[in-house]
């Protein structure tokens, strides 16, 4: 059984930058693709951005396309996500999600 564990959320001002990563434990990941989502206060959990067991395809939200990087090193077995350019409706628990299993959440506050 996976565990997931998401790192790097805080407060940060609109335009500033963060680092999220997802550290995996009790299986290795190299052959599952992982994502990010979110949830906002009120909203549904959406896709943020998703990334292939080897790294090689992703894909993005079109509200963070542009501004946001995934990417995972799988000898660390951690997934990452930069944030660039943030906004306050970036605002919100961001989790990770692998073979079925989901991480706790980190949360990020953007300030206007």
């Known amino acids: 059984q996976v565990q997931l564990e998401e790192s790097g959320g805080g407060l940060v001002q609109a335009g500033g930058s963060l680092r999220l990563s997802c550290a995996a434990s009790g299986r290795t990941l190299s052959s599952y693709a992982m994502s990010w989502y979110r949830q906002a206060p009120g909203k549904e959990r959406e896709l943020v951005a998703g990334i292939s067991s080897d790294g090689g395809t992703r894909r993005y939200a079109d509200s963070v396309k542009g501004r946001f990087t995934i990417s995972r090193d799988n000898a660390k077995n951690t997934m990452y996500l930069q944030m660039n350019s943030l906004k306050p409706e970036d605002t919100a628990v961001y989790y990770c999600?692998?073979?079925?299993?989901w991480g706790q959440g980190t949360q990020v506050t953007v300030s206007s």
């Open positions: 999600y692998a073979s079925r299993a």
